[in-house]
């Protein structure tokens, strides 16, 4: 069982920076993949960023890409995003995912085992 607790979440104006965490405990994969998900209301969740548990790959989505780094700390097993420039229409609950492996291609998925989410933390950014 891994459980994962989203922080860093609030409101800034466009233009501004946030800096999401994401706190991992409980078992979890040798080998891994998380990242970032976010979603709006009426809207399919949608992958953001990405990074395997060795940093070897990345994942971006084009929406956030030069404006958005993913980082992880494994002594830590924490997970960050690190937003700038944020616009508008960055605002979103973001979630934290883990599983064994991710892949992206036209979308990010996540496979290989069981998909663990965290609560999500709210990010709005006002014009």
């Known amino acids: 069982q891994v459980n994962l607790v989203e922080s860093g979440g609030g409101s800034v104006q466009a233009g501004g920076s946030l800096r999401l965490s994401c706190a991992a405990s409980?078992?979890?994969?040798?080998?891994?993949?998380w990242g970032w998900f976010r979603q709006t209301p009426g809207k399919e969740r949608e992958g953001v960023a990405a990074?395997?548990?060795?940093?070897?790959?990345?994942y971006y989505d084009d929406s956030v890409k030069g404006r958005f780094t993913i980082s992880q700390d494994n002594n830590k097993k924490t997970l960050y995003l690190q937003m700038n420039s944020l616009k508008p229409e960055d605002t979103a609950m973001y979630y934290c995912a883990a599983d064994r492996f991710c892949a992206g291609g036209t979308k990010l998925v996540f496979y290989g085992g069981r998909t663990y989410w965290g609560q999500g933390t709210q990010v709005t950014v006002s014009s």
């Open positions: 409980g078992y979890f994969y040798s080998s891994y993949c």
């Open positions: 990074i395997s548990s060795t940093s070897r790959w990345t």
